[in-house]
């Protein structure tokens, strides 16, 4: 009786045994497919985190490069140096780089003065007999205007006329009688001189410019152009 007992014993013992090893198997197996598949996951997720990097890497640079780089539209509405200036005035138009121009009857002024060539006899007889241009020449009389606009005195007279005829030679003063001889003296400020100069001028030529000017400095001169 004790004998079959005992095996039934070891029978149930052996079952129990089985089903343990059984389970363990099972619980091995699960854990290894549990393995496998993180193993098989990993990958993956390392390679989107890898290209997610990199795109931002990529995004990176993208914008420095475009911060370093200027800006062609902002460059190409930038003015240059080179650019002409339409404010440049020529000496004629009587800035203080030239003379101050006007024409015959024209009064002109400047800063210290203003001169106007009231008119220009050509010829002129002298009123003296004696006074005689010499062959090939004739006398041309300048009848002249000018006033002391500035606060220093001006030394008017003859001295300050300087007269060009039309082949680019200057006339030369003459001492013939004729009209009133524009005298030399001191002007003061507001003070005013009329009178006549006289030229001895080649036949054939004419008078084109009269330059006036009294100062010695950096006074500002007057042209009168006569043709």
């Known amino acids: 009786m004790k ?11 052996a ?15 699960g854990a290894s497919q549990a393995t ?4 098989s996951a990993a990958p993956s997720v390392a390679s989107a985190a890898s290209s997610a990097a990199g795109e931002a890497t ?27 200036s339409s404010d440049t005035d020529s000496g004629d138009s009587g800035d203080a780089s030239g003379p101050k121009t006007g024409k015959v009857g024209e009064e002109v002024k400047t800063k210290e003065m203003s001169a106007k060539v009231n008119k220009i006899a050509d010829p002129v007889t002298p009123e003296n007999d004696f006074d005689k241009p010499g062959n090939g020449n004739h006398f041309v009389a300048v009848n002249i205007t000018m006033t002391n606009l500035g606060d220093k005195n ?7 006329l300087k007269v060009k005829l039309d082949d680019n030679t200057s006339a030369r003063e003459d001492f013939a009688s004729y009209g009133q001889r524009l005298d030399y003296g001191t002007l003061y400020k507001g003070d005013t001189t009329t009178g006549d100069v006289v030229y001895k001028v080649p036949n054939g030529k004419k008078i084109k410019t009269i330059d006036v000017k009294c100062g010695y400095g950096d006074e500002q001169a007057i042209r009168i152009q006569a043709k």
């Open 3 to 13: 004998t079959p007992a005992r095996t039934m014993g070891l029978a149930l013992l």
């Open 58 to 84: 990529s995004a990176a640079q993208s914008a420095t490069s475009q911060a370093s780089t200027p800006d062609q539209s902002s460059s190409a509405a930038a003015p240059t140096s080179d650019s002409p």
């Open 154 to 160: 001006l030394n008017a007279g003859t001295t300050c």
């Open 36 to 39: 496998s598949a993180a193993n």
């Open 15 to 29: 079952g129990t045994m089985t089903l343990g090893m059984s389970a363990c198997t099972q619980v091995e197996g």
